[in-house]
């Protein structure tokens, strides 16, 4: 596969994955998490998708489309590890939904991100909500959904928190 079709299956795997997400949480009450702005086509996605809800925005170093930068009070800028747990004190709101891609292209760096976010995550995830992302998380605290058709196994991932 060239790298353009790997490109393009990413995107298309993001797009299907957060709208069938949509579907799932369409009953629920409560906000949302970007972890992982990046040039921020996700969030702007995720913004045209749920056009009600609050999003919430996890950033190392923003970087971002200027058109795609949240308002001042919806983003965290700094490491998910401190940030997220910042946000839990300061937002009582449930999270039903959070759409992380952390990958950096190293897959131990990425790894190691992904086992952070397993933790934090099922920390602070509504026991009804959905974690979609880019990075596959520990099954101690998650159990994976089947993907939407047309998703390539193992190119991005659906969770529910273990109850
Ligand atoms: C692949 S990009 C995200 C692309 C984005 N989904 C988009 O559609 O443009 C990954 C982003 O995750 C961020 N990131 C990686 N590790 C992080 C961490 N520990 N805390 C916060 N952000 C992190 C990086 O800075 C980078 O901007």
Redesign the pocket.
């Known amino acids: 596969m060239s790298r353009l079709e790997s490109a393009i299956r990413r995107l298309q795997s993001?797009k299907v994955c957060i709208e069938f997400a949509s579907e799932l949480i369409s009953d629920l009450q409560g906000v949302i998490l970007e972890?992982?702005?990046?040039?921020?086509?996700?969030?702007d996605h995720i913004k045209k998708i749920f056009p009600e809800k609050k999003v919430f925005v996890?950033?190392?170093?923003v970087?971002?489309h200027p058109d795609c930068i949240p308002p001042k009070k919806y983003l965290y800028e700094?490491?998910?590890?401190s940030t997220l747990f910042k946000f839990k004190k300061e937002v009582s709101a449930p999270i039903i939904l959070a759409h992380f891609?952390?990958?950096?292209g190293n897959e131990d760096e990425s790894l190691k991100?992904a086992e952070s976010l397993s933790v934090i995550l099922s920390k602070i995830i509504d026991v009804n909500g959905l974690v979609v992302g880019d990075q596959s998380l520990s099954s101690k605290f998650f159990t994976e959904l089947q993907l939407p058709q047309g998703i390539t196994i193992g190119r991005y991932f659906m969770y529910k928190l273990n109850v």
């Open positions: 993001q972890i992982g702005l990046g040039n921020g086509r996700t969030y996890f950033e190392k170093s970087k971002a700094g490491d998910f590890k891609d952390i990958g950096s991100r």
